[in-house]
């Protein structure tokens, strides 16, 4: 078994990405800009917001952090997004998800302009993906392909499965496998809490995409011999092992299902350290232009 690194690989490209927001502020006078915003006190997104801002610091980006009591309004919210789409010295705006209940997520996606839409959740960014456009790919999906490309795992006519179709993991995931291009090419099949055979459908996989949101869901017996095994989970537990007080598990049962597979992402130091690089190089390529022109 072999280990996908996300804490070497995102450390490799930040080091890029650093070199090329240096570049960027010498010849703008500017650093690249995101915009966070923060709604409530949810404990895991305000751990995912801060460690976004630190690794803007790190790489040479301005980052800013908006933060809104559990009880903004639609409307104040809304009303901001339309202020930061309308600064130039604004390159990338996120909002994390998820909201409280009276907000509409799909309003507020939708009401960031998709040209700062780093997340890559706005609908015009989703479409232009599925065409194989420049776009703003979602940064967990991105920072996956990432991986897959830096260790050059062979995905043509390979067989795929996702298991879980969020809008923000499992669905961006299935259509960049099946994109003709490298890494893709792959025949991808989704599955979802009303798949039947479930088990089967993951036992034909040669990619296991596991992104469903409980622990150790994905257990040996699933997996064949060989697969590469993505393990997008972030499951956390209150825990007196750690200092934070907390351990965040997998949706893959590790220690059995990586005695089975050829490659395989830990929890921590796998996909969630190639999320944020994901998040970087999208907010970069916005400050530069790059996708969108300015
Ligand atoms: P969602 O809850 O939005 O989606 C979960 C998906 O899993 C749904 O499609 C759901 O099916 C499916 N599912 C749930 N239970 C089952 C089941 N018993 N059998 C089959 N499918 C099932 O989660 P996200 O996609 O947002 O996140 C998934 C996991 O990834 C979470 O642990 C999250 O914390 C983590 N995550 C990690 C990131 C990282 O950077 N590493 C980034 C984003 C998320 P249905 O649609 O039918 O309900």
């Known amino acids: 078994m072999n280990i996908l690194d996300g804490k070497l690989v995102s450390a490799k490209i930040k080091e890029d990405i650093k070199k090329e927001a240096a570049a960027f502020t010498a010849q703008s006078g500017r650093k690249p800009h995101l915009v966070a915003i923060l709604v409530g006190n949810d404990g895991g997104s305000e751990t995912y ?47 994390q998800l998820p909201l409280p209940k009276h907000i509409d997520p799909e309003r507020v996606t939708e009401a960031i302009d998709y040209r700062k839409d780093v997340d890559g959740f706005h609908p015009i960014n989703l479409g232009r993906m599925q065409r194989n456009l420049p776009c703003f790919i979602p940064a967990t999906p991105y920072g996956i392909m990432l991986m897959l490309e830096y260790y050059g ?39 979802h809490s009303r798949t039947a055979n479930l088990k089967e459908e993951v036992q034909a996989a040669d990619i296991v995409v596991a992104a469903i949101g409980r622990k150790h869901f994905v257990t040996a017996d699933m997996v064949k011999d060989g697969a590469v095994v993505i393990d997008v989970g972030i499951n ?9 007080g907390f351990k965040l598990y997998g949706d893959v049962d590790y ?34 232009g ?5």
Do not use: H
């Not at 969020?166 to 960049?176: D, F, Y």
């Not at 956390?236 to 934070?244: A, D, H, L, N, V």
């Open 49 to 95: 917001v801060a460690s976004k801002m630190r690794n803007c610091e790190l790489v040479g980006f301005e980052s800013t952090n908006i933060r809104y009591d559990v009880d903004v309004t639609e409307d104040e919210l809304l009303a901001k997004i339309q202020e930061i789409n309308g600064d130039a010295n604004i390159d990338g705006l996120i909002v």
């Open 153 to 191: 795992i062979e995905t043509a006519g390979k067989k795929a499965v996702i298991v879980g179709r969020s809008n923000i993991v499992g669905s961006p995931m299935s259509i960049l496998l099946a994109r003709n291009s490298n890494p893709g090419n792959c025949t991808v099949t989704v599955t």
């Open 236 to 244: 956390r537990e209150e825990s007196t092992e750690t200092k934070s």
């Open 255 to 288: 220690d059995a299902v990586s005695k089975k597979a050829s490659w395989i992402t830990p929890v921590p130091g796998g996909v969630g350290l190639m999320t944020i690089v994901g998040l970087l190089k999208n907010t970069l390529e916005a400050a530069k």
């Open 290 to 294: 790059t996708v969108y022109s300015k």
